[in-house]
């Protein structure tokens, strides 16, 4: 029995090693793309909003943190 594509039932060629056709494989890396685009940008605002308040919060108490620590 022939393998289809799991999207459109398109018969796949032999020796396909996924379970989609052409089309959709490039459906999905587009996606992947802009997937990964969207990643970057959320990443690049959250860097811009949580950095500056890890600077001003955390720092300070890790610091404190290690200086307890290595007191002892």
Known sequence: MARKCIV???ELP???KL???EYHKG???ESAK?????VVMVGVAA???VGPVLKEKAL?????AVK???RH
Not at 34 to 38: C, I, Q
Not at 60 to 64: D, G, I, N, Q, T
């Open 47 to 49: 860097r811009d909003t």
């Open 19 to 21: 379970p989609v056709c």
């Open 68 to 70: 307890l620590i290595t």
């Open 14 to 16: 032999e020796g396909s």
């Open 60 to 64: 300070p108490v890790a610091a404190k």
């Open 34 to 38: 802009k997937a990964a685009a969207v």
């Open 8 to 10: 459109c039932k398109k």
């Open 27 to 29: 459906v999905a890396a």
